[in-house]
């Protein structure tokens, strides 16, 4: 079965070197899940959702979770 995307809100801060970090991730219906840390960031494609552009490997309450922020400035999740 093909996964989709999910676009969520993500709280994020530029640091002052420019780099773009996440810090939290909101589902549509306001559940809030903090970032513990960020383990990789690279641009790839999501091979499950479709769809490219930076992704981040986001340690999540101890797993494991990518990110995905595409170039036309909108944050993804792939669904599972």
């Known amino acids: 079965m093909d996964k989709a995307k999910i676009y969520v809100k993500v709280e994020a801060e530029f ?12 589902w549509e219906d306001g559940r809030r899940f903090e970032i513990d840390k960020i383990t990789d960031c690279r641009r790839a494609a999501s091979l499950k959702a479709g769809g490219a552009g930076l992704r981040y490997t986001c340690m999540i309450s101890g797993s494991p979770h990518y990110l995905f922020y595409e170039e036309n400035y909108k944050w993804f999740v792939e669904d599972k």
């Open 15 to 26: 640091t002052t070197d420019g780099t773009l970090r996440p810090q939290c991730i909101i």
